[in-house]
T-cell receptor, first 115, second 112 residues
Framework: NAGVTQTPKFQVLKTGQSMTLQCAQDMNHEYMSWYRQDPGMGLRLIHYSVGAGITDQGEVPNGYNVSRSTTEDFPLRLLSAAPSQTSVYFC??????????????FGNGTRLTVT | GESVGLHLPTLSVQEGDNSIINCAYSNSASDYFIWYKQESGKGPQFIIDIRSNMDKRQGQRVTVLLNKTVKHLSLQIAATQPGDSAVYFCAENIQGAQKLVFGQGTRLTINP
């Protein structure tokens, strides 16, 4: 199993551009989520999904869209990139749609810079 | 989790010593806690978890202690090794929610 795979690893965007960060998992996990990590801020939840066709907002959803058409994929879309979205983005998944006894498995991140 | 700050707390220990990393969580309704380890350039990796109906749980070389009275969580690493150098995050799940809230992390450095 590859686990959680994120692409690309690095990306530079100009302000106003749009792009999609890809996330795929091959563990048949129901729960998937996106976090951003900024220096000194820990990880903050952007959006999450408890199963195909179901998504919900996290702590910092503004400026981002998600969809979950399949169990395996959970792409994160930046509609109009802003410098404040410069960050490292992590996708994570877990076995069940409930957090308990089902720790998150993280990808290795996408480092995004918006100029 | 820990309050947000600009600088990451750092803990330096001698190789072979025990390390204790602390975390103060914020919500008395949190009922599940996890410790993650993050090495440079990688995503967080699960270390150990604990439910709120427990006050101690042990793994291989790691122990998590939970004190609900003062909303405090700690991670103890026995016989710290160079490979333990990383940033360690605690995370809490608020009962009924479907999301983890992470602390800001503590950087553990090992002195030879």
């Amino acid at each position: 199993n590859a686990g959680v795979t994120q692409t690309p690893k690095f990306q530079v965007l100009k302000t106003g551009q749009s792009m999609t960060l890809q996330c795929a998992q091959d563990m048949n996990h129901e729960y998937m989520s996106w976090y951003r990590q900024d220096p000194g801020m820990g990880l903050r939840l952007i959006h999450y999904s408890v199963g195909a066709g179901i998504t919900d907002q996290g702590e910092v959803p503004n400026g981002y869209n998600v969809s979950r058409s399949t169990t395996e994929d959970f792409p994160l879309r930046l509609l109009s990139a802003a410098p404040s979205q410069t960050s490292v983005y992590f996708c994570a998944s877990s076995v069940r749609d409930r957090i308990y006894n089902s720790p998150l498995h993280f990808g290795n991140g996408t480092r995004l810079t918006v100029t | 989790g820990e309050s947000v700050g600009l600088h990451l707390p750092t803990l330096s220990v001698q190789e072979g010593d025990n390390s204790i990393i602390n975390c103060a969580y914020s919500n008395s309704a949190s009922d599940y806690f996890i410790w993650y380890k993050q090495e440079s350039g990688k995503g967080p990796q699960f270390i150990i978890d604990i439910r709120s109906n427990m006050d101690k749980r042990q793994g291989q070389r790691v122990t998590v202690l939970l004190n609900k009275t003062v909303k405090h969580l700690s991670l103890q690493i026995a016989a710290t090794q160079p490979g333990d150098s990383a940033v360690y995050f605690c995370a809490e799940n608020i009962q009924g929610a479907q999301k983890l809230v992470f602390g800001q992390g503590t950087r553990l450095t090992i002195n030879p």
